[in-house]
T-cell receptor, first 113, second 114 residues
Framework: EDQVTQSPEALRLQEGESSSLNCSYT??????LFWYRQDPGKGPEFLFT???AGEEKEKERLKATLTKKESFLHITAPKPEDSATYLC??????????????FGKGTHLIIQP | DTGVSQNPRHKITKRGQNVTFRCDPI?????LYWYRQTLGQGPEFLTY????????KSRLLSDRFSAERPKGSFSTLEIQRTEQGDSAMYLC????????????FGPGTRLTVT
């Protein structure tokens, strides 16, 4: 069973059409939930970290929120340059004490002019 | 502000050959991570270092893989006797040991095994 599930897998929007991406997680002992943006052929670019339910963070047209079981990345009035794959990842307390992030498969977002 | 750098950016090798990748983290960061990403998937954690100590290895890291960070600065990831299944993007990330846990990624090395 996947520990981090992102939906939808792909999303096509018109420029200016707001929407939300979902990230649900099943791990316990969450230490942090992370959002990254990844352009084709490049490494992930850090966007946000959320630590506890009810927390929200904003950056330009993006706003990330967190509940006890999921996170949303809200995109307001997107522009074509917002087109990318958005990755969600969690860091949690495990028996081995690993500090590696566990990623979802991402949502491929296309914004059409 | 220089970010995480990785070399080479692309590597094509024949099955059975050994390859080595290098990662230079953000200068003040004392933690360094290696991930592997295949097409359509999120990155998968392989291993990480705090300074020169390798503290965690994923079960994905077979015996053919070895990573080092000899002076607590740059790191190398070596794959011996490459297989076609090793074809992937190998990503390096770095972070500070703080309560923020934020990891910053490099551009990756794209490995193709023919």
């Amino acid at each position: 069973e996947d520990q981090v599930t992102q939906s939808p897998e792909a999303l096509r929007l018109q420029e200016g059409e707001s929407s939300s991406l979902n990230c649900s997680y099943t791990v316990s002992g969450l230490r942090g939930l992370f959002w990254y943006r990844q352009d084709p052929g490049k490494g992930p670019e850090f966007l946000f970290t959320l630590y506890s339910a009810g927390e929200e963070k904003e950056k330009e047209r993006l706003k990330a929120t967190l509940t006890k079981k999921e996170s949303f990345l809200h995109i307001t009035a997107p522009k074509p340059e917002d087109s990318a794959t958005y990755l969600c990842a969690v860091l949690y307390y495990s028996g081995g004490g690993a500090d590696g992030l566990t990623f979802g498969k991402g949502t491929h977002l296309i914004i059409q002019p | 502000d220089t970010g995480v750098s990785q070399n080479p950016r692309h590597k094509i090798t024949k099955r059975g050959q050994n390859v080595t990748f290098r990662c230079d983290p953000i200068s003040e960061h004392n933690r360094l991570y290696w991930y592997r990403q295949t097409l359509g998937q999120g990155p998968e954690f392989l291993t990480y270092f705090q300074n020169e100590a390798q503290l965690e290895k994923s079960r994905l890291l077979s015996d053919r893989f070895s990573a080092e960070r000899p002076k607590g600065s740059f790191s190398t990831l070596e794959i011996q006797r490459t297989e076609q299944g090793d074809s992937a993007m190998y990503l390096c990330a770095s972070s500070l040991v703080t309560s923020s846990y934020e990891q910053y990624f490099g551009p990756g090395t794209r490995l193709t095994v023919t």
